[in-house]
Structures are given as C-alpha cells and as structure tokens.
C-alpha cells in the first residue's frame, strides 16, 4: 500500500520508516551506482541525488514491496542523467588544439608579466600622495566613497583624482613599453 501524506503524526512516522528504509540500503545504492559508473566520487554524487528522489518519491513507494530493488531503480535513472550531464560538459579537443591554446596562454603569460613591471615602475614614479591613493583603493580594495571618508575628501574629488592618476600610468606604461621596444 502507498504511503500518503495525511497527519503531523502520520508524517512523522513516514520520516521514520523512510530513514530506517534508506540507512539499511545505502551501501547496496552506491556499490549499485560505482558499479554503472567505476568513479567513486560520482557513484557518492548519484547516490546523492537518488535519496533526494527516493524522498520526493515516497509518497508513491508501497510499502510491502522491494525498498532496494525500488532505489536501484531510481539510481539507475539518476545514473542516466549524470551521464547525459557530463558529456555535455566534456568537450574534447585534439592534442594540436591544445598545444595551440598552450603556447597562447604562455605567451600572454610573459607579456602580462611584462606589463605588471612596467606598472609597478610606474608605480614608483608616483608622489606619495598618489600611490597612497591608489594603494587604499585597490590594494585595500576600499570604494571611493570609503577612499573618500578615510582621506577626509569628496567621493567627487577621489574619483576625479583616480582618474588622473589612471591617465598618468596608462601614458607611463606606454612610454615604458615603447623604450623597451627601443632600446
């Protein structure tokens, strides 16, 4: 017979027959799961997903009948599923690709590297005032209105300031750039 929702009392005593069902297969669910998916870590995530299931679902579960027969089968659709979900995130791409991305993301590499120490150069060259500035708002990560509060200015003023020391080390980093490319 079906279980049906009906009491405080009733739900209680559902709870209860559900742990005590679900503790007992647990093992058999997941050995049931790893043995579909040979990846322990996966088989857990199922298995996860199946008690989520198997709980939304035992309304309709009789309760004479098989509880681990009834789980297995709910896993075995979850395992479907966690399988229809990877191949969509795994894209593969051939080994050339790879290689081609590779000798990109180097590339960038050195020539971000390149531009943080022409920066920090600049940096340098910066009046006190300046890198003050620039330190309490991004190396604190504070917003101008707080740059604002803790230098007793104008939020107005701090960002016209931020502007001007931004300009400043957009021309400095570019001067620094085209020496190097020069010399």
Known sequence: ????????????GEVATFTQLLGRCQRQV???ALGLLHNAADAEEVLQETNIVLWR?????????????WANQVAYFEVLKFRRRRQKDQLYFSDAFIEEVAAEV??????????RDRLAACLKKLSERDRTLIHLRYD????????????????????KSLNRVRRMLVSCVQRERLAEERG
């Open 30 to 32: 997941f050995m049931y």
């Open 106 to 115: 180097m590339e960038m590499s050195d020539t971000l590297e390149a531009q």
């Open 1 to 12: 017979m079906p279980v049906h929702h009906t009491s405080t009392k009733a739900a209680d």
């Open 140 to 159: 604190e990560g504070s917003s101008v209105k707080r740059v604002a509060e803790q230098l007793g200015r104008s939020a107005d003023s701090v960002y």
């Open 57 to 69: 679902k035992f309304s309709e579960f009789e309760l004479d009948t098989d509880f681990v027969r």
